[in-house]
């Protein structure tokens, strides 16, 4: 084993020339959160394509609001299972850097498939390219969330993740200032449900390079790994996404940001059919009322969190110098990994707590 690890790293040095490049330096891991930014870029801006063609896209294929809204369900309805069961595959036997691109190409798939059925106005087909289409692009999500762990912790964590939820935002605003205007630009010859099908063709094109990010984000990662130890510790400033580093252990990440995404996707799928319903029965004015109540739930389970929290004098609203302050009491007492875990993620430490852990322990 020490053999293979010195050729592993020979191999590194040969090849680290490059000081951004160079997994043992500072840069790389930079390097490698451009890409992560963009690993979902394709799917973010897609995912968009009928919101930016909601117009055309229910006169040329004929179809009502509660039709359009079902191209979100479809999306939304397959995550609120496959979502965590992507994460398990991640976790259990693809890896981060095999699922991503796995995932990433069954985007591809699903995106091909909603533009050829919307080039021959096939609703049904359209439908399992959403489909197909969903199945992917949540799982990428959780796998894009995993990779952050595994490469960022501390502030840095909070930082990338808070990039990569800009990222998301700007693709779907590109999305929605840009696929109009590739629909307009087609020739006059192509028309009705040819010209909305040709659109989504093109847009795939950006899952196309998702995919190409999937791959060389991929061999960045295998450098990483070459010298990186895969059991970094994970802690991270509170914020949701974050948060799920901090409390979940390394090794059950990818099943946890699945969890959070199927969880998401079962109110996308409900949300979206009423939306289509209260749309076609109410119009926009109780739409938006309906918008408002589900805002305020959000608002009320965002301060149930903070209260309840509080209330078990948890670590969630602590800050990261005083997590970090915890941690390394905890580590002073030479605790197993796991449970030190435990410990810095249910109770406040004190030195007291660390011997009630060590006696029961039998350390």
Known sequence: MADLREENTSLVDQNSNNKILDPRGRYLRWVAMIFMCFLPFGAYY?????????????????????????FY????????????????????????????????????????????????????VMNIGRFIFGVGSESLSSAQSAYAVSWFF??????VFGLQLSFSRVASLINLNTIRPIYDSLDSDISGPKRIGVTLLIAASTCIF?????????WLDNRHRRVHDKDNPNDAAASLWPLVAFLVPKQMLGTAYGLMQSIQNLGFAIINILTGLILDQYGYFMLEIFFIVCLEIALLAAAFLYVYNSFKKGLLNDSPAVRQAKQEQLLKMSLPPQILVNAITSTPVVAEDCEKIRATTNI
């Open 210 to 218: 998702s995919l190409g990010c999937a791959l060389i984000l991929w």
């Open 73 to 124: 369900s479809w999306y939304s309805w397959p995550n609120v299972i496959m979502s965590a069961v992507g994460g398990v595959l991640i976790d259990k036997w693809l890896g981060v850097a095999r699922g991503a691109t796995i995932f990433c190409s069954i985007v591809v798939v699903g995106q091909l498939v909603f533009g050829i059925g919307g080039f021959f106005r096939l609703i049904w």
């Open 46 to 70: 897609c995912d968009d394509n009928p919101a930016g063609l909601q117009d055309v896209m229910k006169e040329d294929l004929k179809i009502s609001s509660s039709t359009f809204t079902s």
């Open 154 to 159: 501390g502030k840095q964590l909070n930082f």
